[in-house]
């Protein structure tokens, strides 16, 4: 499991005496990544590639230490016969040799197995559940940030106070885990990113869309990427359609034009496209949704209402990014990388260590029987990260029991069950910003 894959410096120096027990991201894996961007160490070094890789991610599990303490805390280092270990200024140079493409390598590597392994067997109508939504990073300050990544304008003001970086991914809902990601510049919009992850869509797959990404050219490509592979959004108001068929009082088949902008950038999309649009019955509140379109249009499959109740799973990805930037990132403003291709080093760490912490839970799961989502992840954290320190000193060979130990204190913070709202949701009426003018007497 995850306490497995930290072993101590001499195993390390000699690949082939690793441990046993370093299943869940096992040395294998890093060295393929590392030899698929030729990044591999060819020179014996006091920090070498692998162990740069396992300083990045252990950066993503502990957000509150200086990176030089993270060294020390997970004894990520080598000793020479003199007893000189490595000096602080040998880390920033050792994470510029390494680059940021073999971290993306790794986590392409461990998403797919994982997310493979762990979801295959949790379903919806023999469909895989996965969301896509975007979300972002601020970077320090500086001149190659600024360059590279840019400013989101607002309303409210001209620019952001810092460079932003935009992330959109794909996302398991069953588990929350990171099936694909993809992130740059700002100034790159989330579909331009989602279309890129069309490449990941698995067969037998419903991925859930917010609103904004709805786009003929997106949604078509999503559907054509892989077999039985289908997607679901809501309704936007503007949206001009045409009723081909009416299977109920709120479900139809429905008939949309695709723009002229859409065809001049990708020819091949048709001049009409058709979808299923599925609309609530019941009296609707401000700000609520009028219905969802979709691709699922087996109408003997895919009731109306099992097809309205599964978007509400859409929220799990905002959960999810909830998890990294509340609990992972310690709700810290900025990330802490001063170089462009350090901020890439940084996220992808931020991602593997965040995929390696659900995948435990997941685990945590089968062995309580309860969803992964009632595990809480707070105190899956800190057990793993207290694991982590505990193997850098301790012998490889009494990692299981503490394993063991560890997944049964982990199952007293499972998490209730959530309780149906008791009222319907309601939206606050904002104060305003102009002043009001009493009435005096």
Same mark, same amino acid.
């Given at each position: 499991?995850?306490?497995?894959?930290?072993?101590?410096?001499?195993?390390?120096?000699?690949?082939?005496?690793?441990?046993?027990?370093?299943?869940?991201?096992?040395?294998?894996?890093?060295?393929?990544?590392?030899?698929?961007?030729?990044?591999?160490?060819?020179?014996?070094?006091?920090?070498?590639?692998?162990?740069? /890789?396992?300083?990045? /991610?252990?950066?993503?599990?502990?957000?509150?230490?200086?990176?030089?303490?993270?060294?020390?805390?997970?004894?990520?280092?080598?000793?020479?016969?003199?007893?000189?270990?490595?000096?602080? @200024?040998?880390?920033?140079?050792? &994470?510029?040799?390494?680059?940021?493409?073999?971290?993306?390598?790794?986590?392409?590597?461990? +998403?797919?197995?994982?997310?493979?392994?762990?979801? +295959?067997?949790?379903?919806?109508?023999?469909?895989?559940?996965?969301?896509?939504?975007?979300?972002?990073?601020?970077?320090?300050?500086?001149?190659?940030?600024?360059?590279?990544?840019?400013?989101? +304008?607002?309303?409210?003001?001209?620019?952001?106070?810092?460079?932003?970086?935009?992330?959109?991914?794909?996302?398991?809902?069953?588990?929350?885990?990171?099936?694909?990601?993809?992130?740059?510049?700002?100034?790159?919009?989330?579909?331009?990113?989602?279309?890129?992850?069309?490449?990941?869509?698995?067969?037998?797959?419903?991925?859930?869309?917010?609103?904004?990404?709805? @786009?003929?050219?997106?949604?078509?490509?999503?559907?054509?990427?892989?077999?039985?592979?289908?997607?679901?959004?809501?309704?936007?108001?503007?949206?001009?359609?045409?009723?081909?068929?009416?299977?109920?009082?709120?479900?139809?088949? /429905?008939?949309?034009?695709?723009?002229?902008?859409?065809?001049?950038?990708?020819?091949?999309?048709?001049?009409?496209?058709?979808?299923?649009?599925?609309?609530?019955?019941?009296?609707?509140?401000?700000?609520?949704?009028?219905?969802?379109?979709?691709?699922?249009?087996?109408?003997?499959?895919?009731?109306?209402?099992?097809?309205?109740?599964?978007?509400?799973?859409?929220?799990?990805?905002?959960?999810?990014?909830?998890?990294?930037?509340?609990?992972?990132?310690?709700?810290?403003?900025?990330?802490?990388?001063?170089?462009?291709?350090? /901020?890439?080093?940084?996220?992808?760490?931020?991602?593997?260590?965040?995929?390696?912490? &659900?995948?435990?839970?997941?685990?945590?799961?089968?062995?309580?029987?309860?969803?992964?989502?009632?595990? +809480?992840?707070?105190?899956?954290?800190?057990?793993?990260?207290?694991?982590?320190?505990?193997?850098?000193?301790?012998?490889?060979?009494?990692?299981?029991?503490?394993?063991?130990?560890?997944?049964?204190?982990?199952?007293?913070?499972?998490?209730?069950?959530? &309780?149906? &709202?008791?009222?319907?949701?309601?939206?606050?009426?904002?104060?305003?910003?102009?002043?009001?003018?009493?009435?005096?007497?």
């Amino acid at each position: 499991m995850l306490s497995n894959w930290l072993i101590d410096t001499e195993l390390f120096a000699a690949p082939e005496e690793l441990s046993v027990f370093q299943k869940e991201l096992p040395l294998e894996w890093i060295e393929q990544a590392l030899e698929q961007t030729n990044k591999a160490s060819i020179r014996r070094r006091k920090l070498p590639a692998e162990l740069v /890789v396992w300083l990045i /991610v252990g950066i993503g599990l502990y957000r509150n230490r200086s990176i030089s303490e993270v060294v020390s805390k997970l004894d990520l280092k080598l000793v020479d016969k003199l007893g000189e270990t490595v000096a602080p @200024s040998a880390i920033p140079q050792a &994470r510029q040799r390494l680059t940021a493409a073999p971290l993306k390598a790794l986590f392409d590597i461990t +998403s797919k197995h994982w997310c493979q392994r762990e979801d +295959s067997m949790d379903v919806w109508h023999g469909l895989q559940l996965f969301s896509v939504d975007g979300t972002t990073f601020r970077c320090a300050e500086n001149e190659e940030h600024s360059e590279h990544f840019g400013y989101i +304008s607002n309303q409210h003001k001209k620019q952001s106070v810092y460079p932003v970086a935009r992330l959109c991914a794909l996302m398991s809902l069953r588990s929350r885990m990171l099936r694909d990601v993809k992130f740059g510049p700002c100034s790159k919009g989330e579909i331009t990113y989602a279309r890129e992850m069309t490449e990941s869509v698995p067969s037998n797959s419903l991925t859930l869309f917010d609103s904004c990404y709805f @786009s003929a050219d997106l949604m078509i490509s999503w559907q054509s990427a892989a077999p039985n592979s289908h997607w679901l959004t809501p309704l936007k108001s503007n949206t001009r359609y045409n009723v081909v068929e009416q299977y109920a009082d709120n479900d139809y088949l /429905v008939k949309m034009s695709v723009s002229p902008q859409a065809r001049k950038k990708n020819p091949q999309l048709p001049e009409k496209w058709r979808a299923r649009l599925v609309t609530y019955q019941e009296n609707r509140q401000d700000n609520h949704i009028e219905g969802v379109l979709s691709s699922l249009t087996d109408t003997t499959k895919y009731s109306s209402q099992d097809i309205l109740d599964v978007y509400f799973e859409r929220w799990e990805i905002e959960n999810g990014y909830g998890e990294i930037k509340q609990y992972q990132l310690d709700d810290s403003i900025l990330l802490r990388s001063q170089t462009v291709e350090g /901020v890439y080093q940084e996220i992808w760490g931020l991602l593997i260590a965040y995929n390696l912490i &659900r995948v435990e839970i997941s685990q945590i799961a089968k062995e309580a029987e309860v969803s992964p989502l009632r595990i +809480s992840f707070v105190m899956a954290m800190r057990y793993i990260q207290d694991e982590l320190m505990w193997c850098a000193i301790a012998s490889p060979g009494t990692i299981p029991k503490k394993l063991k130990a560890m997944r049964e204190n982990v199952k007293q913070f499972i998490l209730p069950k959530k &309780r149906k &709202r008791p009222k319907s949701r309601t939206v606050r009426i904002n104060k305003t910003r102009y002043p009001i003018k009493k009435r005096t007497s």
